[in-house]
């Protein structure tokens, strides 16, 4: 059986049918180019940049040995150029380049430079690798080391100082500098980093010049300095993180990693001032007022040193108060400590005060009493002594000593806040008769509460 096309599918219609012979034109010259590409294989080039490479130790001799690779091989930019046939080559990406170092042979702490070779990970033998720029990367290979600073100004082994450098006042106003002060937080600096440039840290600075004139303290952030053995800079690190060598030329890497790299540190400015010295008395007797104690001081004057803003408000500073039950006819010379707010002292190695209270107006006599008051006993409870009777010392104006007697005072234990139990309660004394009156020295009383 014959079959007949169709006319517009004959081959003489088709070779005068435009489109057809465009479309077959086409495919004629793609399968010409395709088969020349094959057999006759061009030859180009590629150029892949911003390639990194990755070095490990896992799994080699110095891992087991404890050995760190320090140098930062990972930041490195790398260029391979790839020659081969065209249709392989283009086919390529960058993520197809390999890099890598021979590490094998890394058994001790060095800088060694190793060559970077390259490879793709498509395997054809036609593809050759034309050049690796850099051609090599310096490693460099150490022991982990770490050490602490530690801030102790004190200490005569200290390798953790403060330099705030230049740093002027106004002594004619009553300025001086004071101590510098650092956070808790930067007490301890930790440094790791490779053991050949640890071991030479010899110390450490929280270091800046400041070059200004203060009249009150100041905060500033500080450099940190590590010094050799002989005291040459090895590196220094600021604040915003730049780090220069002994050279004050910028590094990149210092292969070392530290728990901080600035310092806030506090400058203290204090105030120097003259003021007068005063007695301070306590426990005063009923009717008597510190302005009617007549004392001599062994000094009027002393210099305060301190913070301006609490020194400007000080005209005058006292002693610790002497208590009246210290004071008689027969105990009127003290020794006393200065009583100084915080963050005063006193210029100067002596820091107390010589007082003695002029008593030759007062007697003191010793009275047998047999009474006890007891003041303050919550409702319910009731109070009671074994004691029948003891004698206490009491001091006050000679014309009223002369005069007193035993039932003229009352003697007072105050049980205010205690419960049943056994009390030594101290004894204090009152008059209705007469006033100025005190008792002398620490007198109890044995007191049983139910």
């Not at 990970?121 to 490693?139: R, Y």
């Not at 007490?187 to 400041?210: H, N, Q, W, Y």
């Not at 408000?313 to 200065?338: A, G, H, L, M, V």
Request: net charge negative.
């Amino acid at each position: 059986m014959k079959i007949k096309l169709p006319q517009t599918l004959r081959l003489n219609s088709l070779l005068y049918n435009k489109k057809f012979t465009v479309t077959l034109s086409i495919i004629l010259a793609f399968s010409l180019w395709l088969g020349i590409a094959m057999i006759e294989k061009p030859i180009r080039e590629k150029t892949f940049t911003d390639l990194n490479l990755s070095v490990s130790l896992e799994g080699t001799s110095a891992e087991k040995m404890g050995l760190t690779i320090f140098s930062d091989v990972s930041s490195q930019k790398f260029s391979v150029t790839v020659s081969g046939p065209n249709y392989l080559v283009s086919e390529l990406e960058a993520d197809d380049i390999l890099l890598s170092v021979p590490t094998d042979d890394i058994n001790s702490a060095y800088e060694y430079t190793l060559d970077v070779t390259a490879k793709t990970n498509v395997n054809d033998s036609e593809l050759k690798i034309k050049s690796v720029s850099p051609a090599s990367v310096i490693l460099n290979v150490d022991y982990n080391d770490k050490v602490d600073f530690n801030y102790q100004p004190d200490k005569e082994d200290n390798k953790y100082f403060v330099e705030l450098n230049n740093i002027n006042v106004n002594p004619e106003d009553g300025y001086m500098l004071g101590d510098v002060i650092i956070p808790d937080t930067h007490k301890t600096l930790t440094i790791e980093g490779p053991r050949k440039i640890i071991e030479k840290i010899g110390r450490v600075s929280a270091f800046l010049d400041v070059n200004q004139t203060l009249s009150e303290s100041k905060a500033f952030d500080t450099d940190v300095v590590l010094y050799g053995s002989n005291e040459s800079v090895l590196y220094r690190f600021t604040p915003d993180g730049t780090v220069y060598d002994g050279n004050n030329n910028v590094i990149l890497n210092s292969y070392l990693k530290m728990s901080f790299t600035s310092v806030k540190v506090t400058q203290e400015i204090l105030q120097q001032k003259e003021v007068a010295c005063k007695a301070k008395f306590a426990n005063l007797p009923s009717g008597l007022s510190a302005d009617d104690i007549s004392y001599r001081l062994d000094k009027s004057k002393v210099t305060i040193v301190g913070l301006p803003e609490i020194v400007d408000k000080i005209t005058e500073i006292y002693n610790e108060p002497i208590s009246f039950k210290e004071i008689s006819p027969s105990s009127n010379r003290f020794k006393k400590p200065f009583d100084l707010p915080d963050g005063i002292t006193v210029l100067g190695e002596d820091k107390e005060l010589n007082i003695t209270v002029d008593t030759s107006k007062y007697l003191e006599t010793t009275l047998t009493v047999k009474n006890v008051k007891y003041t303050g006993l919550d409702e319910g409870l009731k109070a009671s002594s074994s004691n029948q009777s003891f004698s206490i010392k009491v001091c006050g104006p000679r014309d009223v000593i002369r005069k007193l007697r035993a039932n003229d005072i009352t003697v007072l234990a105050n049980l205010e806040g205690k419960t049943a139990g056994t009390y030594n309660v101290e004894l204090s004394i009152k008059s209705d008769k007469y006033d100025k009156i005190w008792l002398v020295g620490s007198q109890t009383v044995k007191v049983e509460i139910k």
